[in-house]
């Protein structure tokens, strides 16, 4: 536990409240601080604490918490929450990601010296979106990394869509193809139900097939394949060794990709689950009941540290494009989560970049080789 000598008044937070790419340029803000006695490391009742910080008793027993002596020499302690250091333990995403790749990569190869099957995976990308552009050409270097397979098709931004559903018809039909994903979000005219409806259900390794989701919802069904993004979340907790079962979790978000197959995942898994979204009011009640939290709201720095019981494991899924004119691309990547904040109140963490993000990209890799396996019946 770190401490400090002087009464603690203020927390540096570069999380504004509404932080957008206009105000995210902002140097860190000092964030009012108020002298809070309580008893450091011991339940207390001190409302005003309460009150100041939104934390229900006894929330306070993490070491990311610092007690500090008020300057008064008064026999409480002052709790501030101005840790000089993370405490949370950083889940490296990027790392778990090559360790799934390098599995992938040795199960390819032994199906292909087994049977002489090699995995392929087809993109379709339609329109100019930089950052889709960027997903897809990362998906195609490791498929080449993993030793699969891939083919692409690029579609300009006007294309009919009965255009993209003749090529999906025809992946459909392709051996040589075990997974099909058509790169969201679409253009705007055209009907996203009815392309992802076109994937048959054997090759949709997005799992966004509304069969492959529907199973998901399903005790007692099994989804073909699981939503890339909220299998990677769960991937990151399993191989962190963090424990699901009775757990309470939020997930922030209700989307179909991420949202709420990640609240079904962890369903599954016998969590006790909350979906928060944007209609909840006070949505830091929930998240502060959490044992585990996964946010996927889109919304720069919208989890606070506040909102956080300590010793939760939060899991970031935004991937937040905010202005940084010290970058050299002119903007960075923030979370949905006030990393700043959360890191010293958590217990362990995923960054962006470098969290989930990558295991997205991995779990495609994971599901296309299934897909393959299962076509060839390769145990
Ligand atoms: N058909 C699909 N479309 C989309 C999906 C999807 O799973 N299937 N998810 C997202 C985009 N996406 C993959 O397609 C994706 C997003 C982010 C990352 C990633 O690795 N992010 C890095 C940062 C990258 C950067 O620096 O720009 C990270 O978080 O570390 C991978 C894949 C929407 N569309």
Redo the contacts with the bound molecule.
């Keep these: 536990m770190t401490t400090t000598s002087a009464t603690a008044k203020f927390v540096l937070s570069g999380c504004s409240p509404s932080s957008s790419p206009s105000t995210s340029t902002a140097p860190n803000r000092l964030l009012p601080f108020t002298n809070l006695n309580f008893k450091c490391r011991a339940f207390h009742s001190d409302h005003r604490f309460n009150r100041l910080l939104n934390f229900h008793a006894g929330y306070y027993k993490s070491p990311a918490f610092l007690c500090t002596r008020t300057a008064t020499h008064s026999p409480s302690f002052t709790a501030a929450a101005l840790a000089t250091e993370a405490s949370a333990k950083i889940i490296d995403?990027?790392s778990i990601?090559k360790d799934v790749r390098d599995e992938v990569a040795a199960e390819v190869s032994r199906m292909k010296e087994a049977i002489g099957v090699v995995p392929g995976l087809a993109?379709i990308l339609v329109g100019d979106r930089k950052?889709?552009a960027?997903?897809?050409r990362?998906?195609k270097k490791a498929c080449e990394s993993v030793g699969i397979n891939s083919f692409e098709v690029r579609l300009p931004e006007d294309s009919p869509e009965e255009e993209v559903l003749k090529h999906i018809r025809s992946f459909n039909d392709d051996p040589a193809v075990h997974g099909i994903?058509?790169?969201?979000?679409l253009p705007s005219h055209m009907n996203e139900k009815k392309v992802l409806d076109a994937v048959c259900i054997e090759k949709d390794v997005?799992g966004?097939h509304p069969l492959n989701i529907g199973r998901l919802a399903m005790r007692d069904r099994e989804p073909l394949f699981v939503?890339?993004?909220p299998k990677g979340c769960l991937e990151l907790l399993h191989r962190q060794g963090i424990a699901i079962k009775g757990k309470r979790a939020v997930v922030i978000g209700r989307s179909n990709?991420?949202g709420t197959p990640a609240a079904q995942l962890l369903q599954r898994e016998d969590a006790t689950v909350t979906v928060v979204h944007s209609r909840t009011t006070n949505p830091e009640e929930f998240t502060r009941e959490a044992d585990i939290i996964i946010a996927a709201v889109g919304k720069p720095n919208m989890v606070r540290g506040s909102w956080i019981k300590p010793g939760a494991v939060v899991i970031d899924v935004g991937?937040n494009?905010v202005e940084d004119a010290k970058s050299s691309r002119g903007y960075r990547?923030v979370g949905d989560v006030c990393y700043e904040e959360a890191s010293k109140i958590a217990s362990a963490i995923t960054?962006?970049?470098?969290?989930?993000?990558?295991?997205?990209?991995a779990m495609?890799l994971s599901n296309t080789l299934v897909s393959a396996k299962r076509i060839h019946n390769f145990k």
């Design positions: 995403g990027k990601a993109v950052d889709s960027t997903y897809v990362n998906k994903l058509v790169q969201l979000p997005d966004f939503p890339c993004t990709i991420v991937i494009p990547l960054p962006v970049p470098g969290g989930v993000g990558p295991m997205t990209i495609l």
